[in-house]
């Protein structure tokens, strides 16, 4: 089994650790809409992905 020979030192384990913390993912403002949507994703209220449709949009019951 392999056992480190050293103690990780305070710096080498917090910079490991700096790409651990949580985000709040981003949204931005959809052009045609107005509704908040992810980037680079499909807006589910019209169906439409960079100005073109992509999906069919289903009647609200």
Known sequence: ???PK???SRMKRGNRRSHD???APAYVE???SGELRRPHHIDLKT???RGRQVLDVKEEA
């Open 1 to 3: 089994m392999a056992v």
């Open 6 to 8: 050293r103690k990780t």
């Open 21 to 23: 913390a949580l985000c």
């Open 30 to 32: 959809d052009k045609e």
């Open 47 to 49: 169906g439409k992905y």
